[in-house]
């Protein structure tokens, strides 16, 4: 089965430029130049020169040239070089699969036509080193452009240095021309002054104060915003004194290098703060990648910075461009972050005044208390804001882990912390990062203590979805250990909810149904929504392996709740399983709408992998209304994403009987070559492209031709399952199995589909599909 573009649907889009791009002409014609002459290009250069905007614009220059996508992998939050992997992964919007990070990256992108940019590697370079180096060798058609300061020293590497914008001449008159006064470094100034002062333009009364504020600052980008942002509260003399006298006093004469030059800059806008907003700007240097407004309050605020002072403060920082400020439409909340160089210097000011410490205190009681709302409050009405939420300040919560398993003792919190945040690792796209930390903190914490527990049970989870099966079942079986001891009935519910996963999954269905009633009965008597609905789900789940109604009753059950509490992301899978059970018993056309509701929900949840057993089902209604394109274009579509996305719930063996029969079915009716075509197009998609087709959005290229249609001869769905049994020479053993009926009823199902098609012998059906190609 040809699965190409498998990856394709499911990238993230290059983020957009939200202020223009100034200059590079030559930059950038010298990028592509060699960009397409080796397969790795390096752009060099200090902090502040601009080398990830110049890589995001070569970027959108070039995207046309690869088929499968431009992908754009932001390394600075990335401190540890073992989350490389996983990073570039996210990145190209899949989900961890099972096995090695680095060779489930290496598989994903296999024979794909790619560029891949690496930005800021400079804290990772060795661990990039060595993955530009695997996938320039394995993948010929992959290409990678790097933003580092130093070279990779990778075999093959073509390295661009990128310097400061073009700067005016020293002297320039109306005599001598002002030709060069319109140099990139001028025209980013009066950019820039022109979004703080209205109306404010490059005219002869200002050009030569702004060519010297340029060449003072020696043409870098970063240290050129910083001085075009503070016109907001001076005029462009005052600011031309101010930088010449501070850099007069530092460099005594001498001229400053260009790293110097962004420093001093910096330190230039720090002395022109206020005094609680230079103390705000060292304070928020203790955040990394972003955060918002309530941690800014909790962790910054003190005896010295009231909490009522904190918004304006900040906002102040964000005119002087000090603070980078974003909205989030999803959550509708304003995400904050600063440029490394910026942050860095903040952090010198903090650790210099002996401050680092209390603060760095408070960030990680901060995300600590997060972490454990987040458990009380993400199975509500606001639970997809809290998944949003919480992928924003993903580097904060790596971070306080981090830490917590760098001091004494602090396994015990870095484990409860990892814990309460398992449905983030499911829904937030860090399956393995989660299991990592797990992992990392049960190593330091071998005392059978009900933190071990807990984080035994959730890694057991989190190894299941990434298919380390053999690891789950030994830590299964501390957790419960441990459980029993304590007498802790949450606790014991919680490891039951995954045991029982672990045995439907590995086929010990009785244990399964057992092990999951005592879990949703825990549950329930615990007062734990969230793990009753999981546990329900589950039976729901393992209903329909077995065919009988006590699963349709729990998935109307799961259902119910997840609407009387609003959780939107959990209620999507409450509808897959109750679709399921309509399309077994027949009602195939509500089972497609259930779905699609499910779709709609899924547009806001962004959990890829739960789209892709959304269209897994979807395809097997297609088949059930005789659509055998639209079957093979949703297979595409579906495997696509759980190849991208690794292992999920309902990726077993149960569920690959029924994909198989779909597959065949619409093979036979298709002829090989129409299916292949109809898949791979389904496979290509990108994301938006599959949502819109399977809620009938959009129809597919006019270049595929009509829906062919297999011709049902008036059977019920049941009855069209067991022709194609039938006509996959399926014995009545298979067929009894896998309708979950008795095997004298398959041979009575069998008879009747002979009967109603008027058919004698079996392999005549073989020919009846045959001949609906005609």
């Avoid at 004298?744 to 059906?765: K, M, N, P, W, Y």
Wanted: hydrophobic fraction near 45%; glycine fraction near 8%; aromatic fraction near 6%.
């Amino acid at each position: 089965m040809s699965t190409a573009n498998t990856t394709r649907g499911t990238r993230e889009r290059l983020p957009p430029e939200t202020t223009s791009f100034i200059g590079r002409r030559r930059e950038l014609a010298d990028a592509r130049r060699q960009m397409y002459s080796g397969r790795l290009l390096t752009l060099t250069g200090p902090a502040g020169v601009g080398k990830s905007r110049l890589a995001l614009r070569l970027a959108r220059k070039v995207r046309r040239a690869f088929a499968d996508g431009v992908v754009l992998v932001s390394l600075a939050d990335v401190q540890d070089a073992a989350l490389l992997p996983q990073t570039v992964n996210a990145a190209l919007g899949g989900r961890p699969g099972p096995g090695n990070p680095a060779e489930d990256l290496v598989s994903r992108i296999r024979d794909e036509r790619m560029l891949i940019i690496l930005d800021d590697c400079d804290h990772v370079l060795h661990a990039v080193a060595g993955l530009a180096r695997r996938l320039l060798t394995e993948h010929v058609e992959v290409r990678i452009v790097a933003t580092s300061r130093q070279v990779l020293g990778v075999a093959g590497e073509l390295v661009l240095p990128v310097a400061p914008l073009s700067l005016p001449a020293e002297a320039v008159t109306a005599e001598h021309g002002y030709g060069d006064v319109f140099a990139d470094a001028v025209s980013l100034f009066t950019d820039r002054a022109a979004s703080v002062v209205p109306g404010f333009v490059l005219d002869e009364t200002n050009r030569e104060a702004i060519g010297r504020i340029c060449r003072r600052l020696d043409g870098m980008p970063l240290a050129i915003e910083l001085a075009a942002a503070q016109l907001r509260d001076s005029s462009l003399d005052d600011v031309l004194h101010r930088l010449d006298d501070r850099f007069a006093l530092l460099t005594k004469g001498h001229r400053s290098s260009r790293d110097e030059a962004l420093e001093e800059s910096i330190g230039w806008s720090f002395g022109l703060c206020a005094a609680r907003e230079r103390l705000l700007w060292t304070r928020l240097s203790c955040f990394v990648g972003e955060w918002d407004l309530d941690a800014v309050r909790a962790v910054c605020a003190d005896d010295a910075l009231a909490v009522d002072e904190i918004a304006e403060s900040l906002d102040v920082l964000v005119s002087k461009s000090i603070v980078v400020r974003e909205f989030d439409a999803s959550g509708g909340t304003d995400y904050f972050r600063m440029f490394d160089s910026i942050r860095e210097y903040g952090l010198a000011r903090l650790y210099a005044a002996h401050q680092e410490g209390v603060v760095r205190e408070r960030h990680a009681a901060y995300f600590h208390s997060l972490a454990e709302r987040y458990r009380r409050e993400v199975f509500g009405p606001k639970q997809l804001e809290w998944v949003h939420h919480m992928i924003h300040l993903h580097a904060n919560l790596r971070y306080v882990l981090e830490r917590d398993l760098e001091v004494p003792g602090g396994a015990v919190t870095a484990a409860a912390t990892a814990s309460k945040l398992w449905s983030f690792w499911f829904s937030g796209n860090a399956l393995r990062e989660g299991y990592q930390w797990l992992l990392s903190s049960l190593e330091q914490l071998p005392e059978p203590v009900a933190e071990r527990a807990d984080g035994l049970g959730v890694a057991a989870f989190l190894a299941l979805h990434l298919e380390e099966v053999e690891a789950a079942d030994p830590m299964l079986r501390e957790a419960r250990e441990i459980a029993d001891r304590y007498g802790d009935t949450a606790l014991s519910a919680r490891v039951d909810g995954t045991r029982g996963m672990e045995a439907m999954l590995a086929g010990r269905l009785d244990e399964a149904a057992e092990v999951l009633e005592r879990a949703a009965t825990g549950h329930k008597a615990t007062g734990d929504p969230f793990g009753y609905v999981s546990a329900t789900i589950l039976l729901a789940c393992l209903g329909f392996y077995r065919g009988d109604n006590g699963g349709t009753e729990a998935a109307a059950d799961s259902l119910r709740l997840c609407e009387t509490y609003g959780a939107t992301w959990t209620k999507c899978y409450a509808l897959w399983v109750v679709s399921l059970h309509r399309w077994r018993g027949g009602d195939h056309r509500e089972a497609t709408l259930l779905i699609q509701q499910a779709i709609r929900l899924q547009r806001l949840a962004r959990d890829m992998a739960g789209l892709g057993v959304y269209l897994e089902v979807l395809s097997w209604c297609a088949t059930t209304t005789d659509q055998p394109q639209r079957a093979a274009r949703l297979m595409g579509a579906s495997n696509a994403l759980r190849k991208a996305n690794g292992g999920e719930m309902g990726d077993s063996v149960y569920f690959d009987d029924y994909d198989a029969v779909a597959m065949r079915w619409a093979q036979q009716v298709l002829g090989e070559a129409r299916f292949r075509s109809a898949y791979d197009e389904g496979a290509g998609w990108e994301l938006s492209e599959m949502v819109s087709y399977a809620l009938e959005e959009r129809s597919a290229s006019p270049a595929t031709g009509p829906e062919i249609t297999s011709g049902d001869g008036g059977l019920t769905p049941r009855e069209m399952e067991a022709a194609l049994l039938l006509s996959a020479g399926s014995s009545g053993a298979e067929i009894a199995r896998r309708l979950h009926i008795a095997p004298q009823s398959a041979e009575v199902e069998a008879d009747q589909v002979l009967e109603r098609l008027g058919f004698r012998a079996r392999e005549e059906i073989v020919g009846w599909v045959r001949r609906r190609l005609s």
